[in-house]
């Protein structure tokens, strides 16, 4: 039916497209100059490994050395960076930088990292997944809302700086993963369980992430009407994990899986928060410290988390659970729950993560106007966070690494007989106290800020949080299920 209306409503859809595609390569264009660089390092440098040597060699050696074009003193300069962070991922990223890494080479072959080439090839799978994402979102509001409210979530997650952020600027393509995700949790409220178990191995085959999506199948599982199908769902999600590593299987044998899932949660960067506007990071700016071995009240600070984050989870599920089995918007807060304590208050955890709970909380905000506040507070957090380098020139808890610094030159110093040399001409004391203090002075600019965004970070979760745990299924809608048509 052509009419008026359905004619509005295509414009609308068309439009949002197109002013969420012109943005994201706007951003790509200066993303040479502004991004963050390290992480495009990364992936550039994976792909150039995965085109010459195909994708079976990225579990088994270090990435090579590479030009990178980056902005130094008012001029572009080409250097290389000394890290060599192996690849550990999931086997369908491994492919997705494949791909990408061979049209890296066709459109630019001295494969230079950080032009717009390289942003843009390295950047169109988190594109293409922030517009499938914005999708999922409307799909999962118009099952229990209004076509407008459809409408407004998916112009809203396309132009919100969280996700644009994540794909323009650190060069990341979290919402590929968060895309499939939600379509998972969209699979389940509409009992489409092959869908949904085949979208949660896509997830599982992006990043180790996807984990956190796992619990919502304990609603499905044990409150839903048709357990075994949703049990079984899950036995589809590790089909397509497995054939998507089949050939790493073949190759390596089970080194993909280490490197994946156990070597990455458990071992990866052990501190207290990267980075991450959370409980952890008010302990970081009261102590400036980032160890996790520290105690509280002779406990180790990890083990304070992770016991909090189990408590958390376990009750928050268990209330969810009984409140919510019989009506599939539980599989909703469900999905925002487990994020939501994860990332406030469980320790190792990224500035990015907190990308996780935006999704599911839009959806809710779209049913329920008491999400509203949260949303609001935790969109500015989000923002915050992902955009750290650009305002943070001092990091809270570095100041080991300026001791090591200047006790690696002081050494160098005396080795060749120069003290002078160490940037300490009165001695180790007398240079460590004067690095000490620009330390000091570089925290002082911008820890009051750092103090204010953790604050609305945690009143954020807390109403979220609160939100989450007093909304009340009607008994009808609730045995209506969702609407047939999305």
Not at 39 to 58: K, P
Not at 186 to 206: C, D, E, I, K, S
Request: some cysteine; overall charge positive.
């Amino acid at each position: 039916m052509n009419s008026p209306s359905n004619r509005r409503n295509l414009r609308f859809w068309v439009v949002m497209t197109i002013l969420g595609v012109v943005l994201r390569l706007l951003l790509i264009l200066l993303s040479p100059r502004w991004g963050y660089l390290f992480d495009h390092d990364d992936a550039v440098r994976w792909g150039i490994q995965a085109a010459d040597h195909g994708s079976l060699s990225l579990y088994e050696e270090p990435p090579p050395h590479w030009d990178i074009r980056c902005w130094h003193a008012g001029q572009w300069v080409i250097t290389q960076r000394p890290d060599q962070r192996g690849f550990h991922y999931p086997p369908l990223t491994a492919h997705l930088l494949h791909a990408s890494g061979l049209a890296h080479l066709a459109l630019s072959p001295d494969r230079t990292v950080n032009t717009i080439t390289s942003r843009l090839v390295f950047s169109v799978w988190g594109m293409a997944g922030e517009i499938l994402l914005a999708w999922g979102c409307a799909a999962l509001v118009r099952a229990y809302g209004s076509a407008r409210g459809a409408r407004w979530t998916y112009g809203l997650v396309l132009l919100v700086p969280p996700f644009w952020l994540d794909t323009c600027y650190w060069g990341q393509f979290d919402a590929a993963l968060l895309a499939a995700s939600v379509g998972a949790v969209w699979a389940l409220l509409r009992r489409r369980w092959m869908l949904a178990g085949v979208l949660l191995g896509v997830a599982a085959a992006l990043k180790p992430q996807a984990l956190l999506v796992m619990p919502v199948w304990l609603i499905a599982v044990v409150g839903g009407p048709q357990r075994f199908r949703a049990a079984l769902s899950i036995g589809w999600a590790a089909l397509v994990l497995l054939l998507c590593a089949l050939p790493h299987t073949l190759h390596g044998g089970w080194t993909w899986w280490w490197i994946s899932y156990p070597q990455t949660l458990s071992a990866e960067f052990p501190a207290t928060t990267l980075n991450a506007f959370n409980l952890w990071y008010a302990d970081l700016l009261c102590c400036d410290s980032l160890d996790v071995s520290a105690t509280w009240f002779g406990v180790a600070k990890e083990t304070w988390g992770r016991g909090l984050a189990f408590a958390g989870l376990a009750g928050g599920a268990g209330w969810i659970l009984r409140r919510w089995r019989r009506d599939p918007r539980g599989l909703v807060l469900m999905a925002l729950w487990v994020p939501l304590i994860s990332v406030m208050v469980a320790p190792r955890v990224h500035e990015r993560y907190l990308l996780l709970v935006v999704p599911f909380l839009v959806v809710l905000t779209m049913w329920w106007r008491r999400f509203l506040p949260s949303l609001v507070l935790l969109l500015v957090v989000a923002t915050c966070q992902m955009t750290w380098p650009l305002w943070i020139g001092t990091p809270a808890g570095t100041w080991p690494n300026h001791v090591e610094a200047e006790t690696q030159r002081h050494i160098a110093a005396q080795e060749i007989g120069e003290v002078a040399l160490s940037g300490a001409a009165d001695g180790f004391d007398r240079g460590l106290a004067v690095r000490r203090a620009a330390y000091l002075e570089g925290r002082a600019g911008t820890k009051p800020i750092e103090w204010g965004v953790t604050l609305i970070a945690l009143l954020g979760a807390a109403l979220a949080a609160g939100a989450t745990l007093s909304v009340t299924p009607p008994p009808r809608e609730g045995r209506d299920g969702p609407r047939q048509s999305a």
